[in-house]
Antibody
Framework: QVQLVQSGAEVKKPGASVKVSCKAS????????INWVRQATGQGLEWMGW????????GYLQKFQGRVTMTRNTSTSTAYMELTSLRSEDTAIYYC???????????WGQGTLVTVSS | SYELTQPLSVSVALGQTARITCGGD??????VHWYQQKPGQAPILVIY???NRPSGIPERFSGSNSGNTASLTISRAQAGDEAAYYC?????????FGGGTKLTVL
C-alpha cells in the first residue's frame, strides 16, 4: 500500500534551518508530485509548495519563496523540505502529501512537528 | 488570490444529515476535494473531484459543486464523523484550502 513516512520531531532556535524528509513506498515515486502542507496548533491547513520527483521541478507559495527548498533523492524515494531563517511562527506540524493538480492529495505522511523556540 | 470560505463549526444530531459548505468565486468551475482530519491525525481524503469517494469511504459521504458553493454532505451522522473538514481547490497554479469546519455530532 502507498505509504509516506516522515522524519521525527525537531526543535530549532530562531534563525536556524530545518530539513524534513518524507520516504515514499508502495508506488512509483517519480509518478506523482509531493506536496508540503503545514498546520500550526489549532489552525487550518496551509499549502507550501510542490515538487515533481521525476524532473525535480518545484513550485512554492509566494509567502515561502526564498526560505523553502524542496528536493528529492530518487534512489531512496525520499522527498525533502528545507525551511530556513526559522521564526516562532513556523512552529507547526509539517505534512508531505502525494498529488498532482488538479487531482487530490490521496496519501499523507504522518506529520513532523517542528518547534521553533529560543 | 483565490479564497475558500467555510463555516467555523457545524453541529448535527446523531443519525441526522450534516452539510458543510465551501464558498468561492465560481467554484463550480473547479475540482473540489474534501478532507477529514481527526485530532492528532493526518488529514484523509473523503471526496475528490466534487463528488467522488475514494475506496474505503462510506457511501454516507457525498459531495456537490455548483455556482459559488461546494458542499460536503454526511448522512446518518455517527460519533466517529466528528472531525475537522477542509475543502481544497487548485487555483492560479496554487493549492488553496478552506479554513476548515469543525463538525460536532450531538
Amino acid at each position: 500500500q502507498v505509504q509516506l513516512v516522515q522524519s521525527g520531531a525537531e526543535v530549532k532556535k530562531p534563525g536556524a534551518s530545518v530539513k524534513v524528509s518524507c520516504k515514499a513506498s508502495g508506488y512509483t515515486f517519480k509518478s506523482y508530485d509531493i506536496n508540503w502542507v503545514r498546520q500550526a496548533t489549532g489552525q487550518g491547513l496551509e499549502w507550501m509548495g510542490w515538487m515533481n520527483p521525476n524532473s525535480g521541478n518545484t513550485g512554492y507559495l509566494q509567502k515561502f519563496q526564498g526560505r523553502v527548498t524542496m528536493t528529492r533523492n530518487t534512489s531512496t524515494s525520499t522527498a525533502y523540505m528545507e525551511l530556513t531563517s526559522l521564526r516562532s511562527e513556523d512552529t507547526a506540524i509539517y505534512y508531505c502529501a502525494r498529488g498532482d493538480p488538479p487531482i487530490a492529495f490521496d496519501s499523507w505522511g504522518q506529520g513532523t512537528l517542528v518547534t521553533v523556540s529560543s | 488570490s483565490y479564497e475558500l470560505t467555510q463555516p467555523l463549526s457545524v453541529s448535527v444530531a446523531l443519525g441526522q444529515t450534516a452539510r458543510i459548505t465551501c464558498g468561492g468565486d465560481n467554484i463550480g468551475s473547479k475540482n473540489v476535494h474534501w478532507y477529514q482530519q481527526k485530532p492528532g491525525q493526518a488529514p484523509i481524503l473523503v471526496i475528490y473531484r466534487d463528488s467522488n469517494r475514494p475506496s474505503g469511504i462510506p457511501e454516507r459521504f457525498s459531495g456537490s459543486n455548483s455556482g459559488n458553493t461546494a458542499s460536503l454532505t454526511i448522512s446518518r451522522a455517527q460519533a466517529g464523523d466528528e472531525a475537522a473538514y477542509y475543502c481544497q481547490v487548485w487555483a492560479s497554479s496554487i493549492w488553496v484550502f478552506g479554513g476548515g469546519t469543525k463538525l460536532t455530532v450531538l
